[in-house]
């Protein structure tokens, strides 16, 4: 499985981005998946996670700022992300729920910065 992030880069404080995950495989289609980040000096965290089926959930720093999505026909996974705040610096990672070791790609920076 290879997963390929993209979508990063800098933004304003209250600023939006929205990143993708493609996924080689069929790991979409067949589980649960979910968005990570690990900001500078920090251990990685988890963001946000979807379901085969569509249910969701968010880490309590992001829910309602973000929204996860998933396109099972294109093994596409997307995180949009409204109102940026610096502390949602990060590099962004998609994994499996809970995630494999060896699937986290090169990930995605993000930097929200005046």
């Known amino acids: 499985v290879q997963l390929v992030e993209s979508g990063g880069g800098l933004v304003q404080p209250g600023g939006s981005l929205r990143l993708s995950c493609a996924a080689s495989?069929?790991?979409?289609?067949?589980?649960?998946v979910a968005w990570y980040r690990q900001a500078p000096g920090k251990e990685r965290e988890f963001v946000a996670g979807?379901?085969?089926?569509?249910?969701?959930n968010y880490a309590d720093s992001v829910r309602g700022r973000f929204t996860i999505s998933r396109d099972n026909a294109k093994n596409t996974l997307y995180l949009e992300m409204n109102s940026l705040k610096p502390e949602d610096t990060a590099v962004y990672y998609c994994?499996?729920?809970?995630?494999?070791?060896?699937?986290w790609g090169q990930g995605t920076l993000v930097t929200v910065s005046s």
């Open positions: 495989g069929g790991i979409f289609s067949a589980n649960r």
């Open positions: 979807i379901s085969r089926f569509g249910s969701t």
């Open positions: 994994n499996a729920w809970p995630p494999k070791r060896d699937y």
